[in-house]
C-alpha cells in the first residue's frame, strides 16, 4: 500500500470515491452526495489543491485502486493559524478493517506535525461511528463537545457529532 498526497492527475479516482463515500454514508459527512454529484468540475477539482497546509492524501493499494482518503487544512486567519483541520476521511467499505484509516491519520500527523504554527487539530465524526470515534481516541484525540442535531438528513432524522480535538506535542 502507498499512501501519498493525492495530486491533479488523480482528481478522477478521488472524485468517483468521494462521491461513493458522501452516497453511500449520508449521515457521515456535511455534504450531500446530490450537491456534490452536480458540481462543476472546476469546482470539485480545488479539493485537491495542494500547498504545504492543505492536501487531500490517499491509500492506494498495490492494485492501483484508492482505498481510502483523508483531507486536511490548516485555518487561513492570522488568530486561528495555530489550527488545522481534518475533513472528508473515508476508507472504501471492502477495505475497512484493515489499518488503512490508521496509517493515512499516521501520514498526515507526519507532515501536519512539521508545520511549525499547527499546536491544535479538530474534527467532526458522527456520535453513531463508533469505530472512528475509536480510532480517533486512538490516534490523541479528545471529544470536547458533542453539537446535538448537527445536521439534518431528512424531515425527521437527524445526527449528532462529536468535535474532537488533538493538541500537538511541541
Known amino acids: 500500500m502507498q499512501i501519498r498526497r493525492l495530486q491533479a492527475g488523480?482528481?478522477?479516482?478521488?472524485?468517483?470515491?468521494?462521491?461513493?463515500?458522501?452516497?453511500?454514508?449520508?449521515?457521515?459527512?456535511?455534504?450531500?452526495?446530490?450537491?456534490?454529484?452536480?458540481?462543476?468540475?472546476?469546482?470539485a477539482k480545488q479539493r485537491l489543491t495542494n500547498t504545504e497546509t492543505r492536501f487531500v492524501l490517499g491509500a492506494f493499494l498495490d492494485t492501483g485502486e484508492l482505498a481510502g482518503m483523508v483531507g486536511f487544512s490548516q485555518e487561513s486567519s492570522r488568530k486561528m493559524r495555530h489550527k488545522g483541520f481534518v475533513w472528508g476521511m473515508y476508507v472504501d467499505q471492502p477495505f475497512q478493517g484493515r489499518g488503512i484509516g490508521r496509517k493515512l491519520l499516521?501520514?498526515?500527523?507526519?507532515?501536519?506535525?512539521?508545520?511549525?504554527?499547527?499546536?491544535?487539530?479538530?474534527?467532526?465524526v458522527v456520535d453513531s461511528n463508533l469505530s472512528a470515534v475509536r480510532l480517533y481516541e486512538s490516534m490523541g484525540f479528545k471529544t470536547y463537545a458533542t453539537e446535538m442535531n448537527a445536521m439534518k438528513l431528512d424531515d425527521y432524522t437527524y445526527v449528532n457529532e462529536h468535535l474532537m480535538v488533538k493538541k500537538l506535542e511541541r
Open 10 to 43: 488523480d482528481f478522477d479516482v478521488f472524485w468517483q470515491l468521494r462521491l461513493k463515500a458522501l452516497k453511500d454514508y449520508p449521515q457521515a459527512f456535511g455534504a450531500s452526495y446530490e450537491e456534490a454529484a452536480v458540481l462543476p468540475p472546476e469546482a
Open 106 to 124: 499516521s501520514e498526515l500527523f507526519q507532515i501536519v506535525e512539521a508545520i511549525e504554527e499547527i499546536e491544535l487539530v479538530n474534527l467532526m
